[in-house]
């Protein structure tokens, strides 16, 4: 198992104290700032492993990190803390982008990102919570997510605790049934203290979701199921906070955070072929720049 | 002028040779139908979406659908390859595998892709190496495990015409074509090579490492005889009990795990006889694969050339 960075979960500690304090603009830039270093560091990660799922750990950075930076209460330093936040990214490909989210928290040191993929490394392909802190549950088969995060909103209710479960969504995983099945538990049980967030970027693996299997109308479907539906711009860091920390009714929330995959980076942007791809060391420089900007 | 022949070295991914067999018997039956979940390109079917896009159908990520869907296809006449990963076909759409394919003896071709540690990096979520030891349990289902891309495509090809319940497992990490000009005979085990000290039942990646450990272990005055068992179920009862009286050990080598997969079917028709024979199980032993490339985990595993002449010398020695 992974331990933490002291340092960098100081560093964190102070970010977070900044952003309390600051107006919105001020923590607009801070949180795209922090953002887009994720995308950096996670594009050099990828380079070097020569796999990883780039488009969609590009769309989803914003929401990772707008949710470890400045919403969850969690403790780097105490990952097994009882009342923390749960996180769940239920689209377990995206594990670069998580892993980056995490090192820049301080739940590991960073230069552990350097043996992402590799022999006998903690950072799996795929996220695994028995070497990780910060990892609540092995993903990677999609539409294990949701059902998973339920029963976490389940026991937070049975023990009283004010902790909320998040829970990060593919769109293309919709399609997978058992999200319903959790949806429709959720739902019936007013499950207040679940927000599941769509990241709604319109493509899958190998076409666009309305191609392959219509979601649309998405929104109405989860209100269908018993769910408030909120839907921002999942590159907006401010609606994304405020999605995320608005006050709760009786619901649980779904967030559809409407995205670009390969956001951030011009030539991976909506195309999906890079849903998989490898960048190369020419195209990670020239990735880099337009991500300095 | 001679046709020219594929260097000794060469290692092949067996999906591409699927792929070509099933497009090439979908332009003879009309009935031939994929079904696949947001697997076009991981399937190979790309070349089958453009010929034949009217019967691809891609249900999205949707396993336990894609699977019923091949039932309903099967039971309206149609013969539905349904091609997926190899992990989230059998894993996911067990229940369905079982009663709308296997129990409803609906003809359905389940296609398991990438199978075994294909996926290596991808970690365990992605490793198919359960679906041996599931299936194997299920009444009325073949499993059939393809060394080669030529045996891919025979099997595909009996698979067409047989009409019955079948799971095939189509590889992807590359390997060298061992099966010459012997096609995919169902049910039956191909002897790849003779031998009269011990005997190595192989299946899928591991047939090659076989032929490879034989070669190696002639060469230490060991004979070894290399069977290629690529009908798991049902399986080759006689094949076993030959290699049981002509040869004194049987080595068992699969990318499977041993608790169901072949080296316990092989190991329950040995344990069953008057007279047993040694046995060493090579495979995975209920484990979860740390992180790393496939050829990486092979080795992890024990699942080389060199692990498989160990095993096979040691059973020779130990009788001797
Ligand atoms: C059960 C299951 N089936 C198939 C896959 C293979 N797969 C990995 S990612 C992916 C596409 C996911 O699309 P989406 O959920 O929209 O994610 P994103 O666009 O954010 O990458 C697929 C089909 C899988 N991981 N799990
Ligand atoms: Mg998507």
Known sequence: MLVADPGTAAAWRSFRHEFAEAGPERRREMLRQRANESRTTDLHMIGRAGLGHVGGDMSVLDILTTLFLSVLRVDPEKPEWADRDRFVLSKGHTAGALYTTLAATGFFPAAELDTFAGPLSPLNGHPNRVKVPGVETNTGPLGHGLPVSVGMAVAARLSASSRHVYVVLGDGELQEGSNWEAA?????????????VVDRNRLQQGARTEETNTLDPLDDKFRAFGWDVLEVDGHDHLALHEAFTAPRGERPTCVIANTVKGRGVSFMEDRVEWHHKVPSAEQIVAAEAELAR | MSAPVAPANETFDCRVAFAEELSALAREDER????????????NLVQFQKEFPDRLINVGIAEQDMVGVGAGLALSGYIPFVCGASPFLTGRALEQIKADVAYSQSPVVLCGMSPGMAYGELGPTHHSIEDLSWLRAIAGLDVIVPA?????????????NAARPAFLRVGRFKVPAVTGDRPFTFGAATTLRDGSDVTVVAAGTMVSRALEAAEEAAEQGVSVRVLNMSTIAPLDEDAIRRAMTETRGIVTAEEATTTGGLGAAVAAVVVTERAPVPMRLLGIHREFAPTGATAFLLEHFGLTAGDIRQAAIGLARADA
Do not use: F, Y
């Open chain 2, 148 to 160: 080669d891309p030529a045996e891919t495509r025979s099997a595909v090809r009996w698979a067409a």
């Open chain 1, 184 to 196: 429709m538990t959720a739902g019936h049980r007013r499950l207040s203290n679940l927000t599941a």
């Open chain 2, 32 to 43: 031939i139908v994929a079904v696949c979940n947001d697997s076009v390109g991981s399937s």
